[in-house]
C-alpha cells in the first residue's frame, strides 16, 4: 500500500515530461506523524501505515524521473494546509499562525518565523491523539481519551445528532456527509446541534488562529 503515493507521483512526473516540463521535486502530504527530516512516516491510522520510509520508496520509483533522493519531501498534510491558509490569507509573514483542522481527523501545525515548526521531534501541533483523559472514551487509534474522542468528527457528529457514534471506516466513506448532517442540523437551531459545535456553527471543520506575540 505505501507504493500507492509513489507510483501516483511517478505518473504526475510522467505527465510532466509529457508538457514537457521537467519535475524538480515531490512532495508527499500525509495524514499522520511524519519524521520530515527523515522523510518517514512514523505512523499514519488513516493510511494504516507503521513506519514507512516513504522519501526512499519514493526515490526508487522515482529515480528514473531524475529526481534526486533530497527533492523527495515528506511532511503531515496538516502542514501543507497551513501553509495553503497562509498562503491564501494572506497572513502576516511576521505573525506567528497556529492552525488548527482537519475533514477526517483532528491535527494542527505552527506557523512561525517563515517556517513551519515542526518542533523537536517533528510532531508539533499533531494533537488528534493527544490523551487529555486517560480513562476516557476509547479512541479509534486503539488508545483512550484522545482529543478526537472529544471533538473529532465521528464524536461531533454523536453528540450533535444524539445518534450512535459511526464506526472508524465512515471517516473514510462519509465524512463529508456527516459533516453535512451537523452542519444542517445546526441551521435548524436544533439545540442539540448547538451545544456539541464549539462556537457558532459555520458548518466548517477546520479553524485558523492568528496571535501576535507579546
Ligand atoms: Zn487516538
Do not use: K
Amino acid at each position: 500500500m505505501q507504493f500507492a503515493a509513489a507510483a501516483a507521483a511517478a505518473t504526475t512526473v510522467e505527465a510532466a515530461h509529457a508538457l514537457a516540463r521537467r519535475p524538480v521535486s515531490a512532495q508527499f502530504s500525509v495524514p499522520g506523524a511524519v519524521d520530515h527530516h527523515a522523510g518517514r512516516v512514523i505512523r499514519s491510522v488513516l493510511n494504516e501505515w507503521g513506519s514507512v520510509d516513504l522519501r526512499s520508496e519514493a526515490h526508487s520509483v522515482l529515480t528514473a524521473a531524475g529526481l534526486r533522493h533530497d527533492a523527495i519531501g515528506v511532511d503531515r498534510e496538516t502542514n501543507f494546509a497551513l501553509l495553503a491558509r497562509v498562503a491564501a490569507t494572506d497572513a502576516a509573514a511576521d505573525l506567528p499562525v497556529v492552525y488548527i483542522g482537519g475533514t477526517q481527523a483532528i491535527s494542527g501545525g505552527i506557523y512561525d518565523h517563515h517556517l513551519i515548526n515542526h518542533g523537536a521531534l517533528g510532531l508539533a501541533g499533531e494533537i488528534g491523539h493527544m490523551i487529555i483523559d486517560p480513562g476516557g472514551r476509547p479512541c479509534w487509534c486503539g488508545r483512550r481519551g484522545c482529543v478526537e474522542t472529544r471533538i473529532g468528527l465521528l464524536a461531533l457528529y454523536a453528540a450533535a445528532t444524539g445518534h450512535p457514534e459511526p464506526p472508524f471506516d465512515q471517516l473514510f466513506t462519509d465524512s463529508a456527509d456527516l459533516l453535512t448532517a451537523i452542519r444542517d442540523l445546526a441551521s435548524t437551531g436544533d439545540e442539540r446541534a448547538h451545544s456539541a459545535l464549539p462556537g457558532p456553527a459555520t458548518g466548517r471543520a477546520s479553524l485558523s488562529m492568528q496571535s501576535r506575540r507579546s
